[in-house]
């Protein structure tokens, strides 16, 4: 079994900052894609960023310019640097991460964070 822990969501004003990380553990072999989405209410889950193991990086447009996705492959942790957080950010974040697990034939699994609230109102 993996376990994916977010933290870091909140309360920010207009134009202010967040840090969200997420902690992937268990038996895991790999960890191929990590990233992030988010579903404000009443609408879809939508992608935010993802990342690959090599480093590649995806984004949505709306966050693009503003939102920086990395990970740490020794930590299994993946975060998001949210800067210039507009109102229509308000959401709540999930973690998403691709995990080859143990043990053999090492299956490959998606695996969800259970969210973390990000409200941006002033």
């Known amino acids: 079994q993996v376990q994916l822990v977010e933290s870091g969501g909140g309360l920010v004003q207009p134009g202010g900052s967040l840090r969200l990380s997420c902690a992937a553990s268990g038996s895991m072999f790999r960890i191929s894609i990590m990233g992030w989405y988010r579903q404000a209410p009443g609408k879809q889950r939508e992608l935010v960023a993802f990342m690959t193991s090599s480093g590649t990086t995806n984004y949505a447009d709306s966050v693009k310019g503003r939102f920086t996705i990395s990970r740490d492959n020794a930590k299994n942790t993946v975060y998001l640097q949210m800067n210039r957080l507009k109102p229509e950010d308000t959401a709540v974040y999930y973690c998403?991460?691709?995990?080859?697990?143990?043990?053999?034939?090492?299956?490959?699994?998606?695996?969800w964070g259970q969210g973390t609230q990000v409200t941006v109102s002033s």
């Open positions: 998403n991460a691709d995990v080859w697990v143990d043990p053999p034939p090492r299956p490959l699994y998606k695996y």
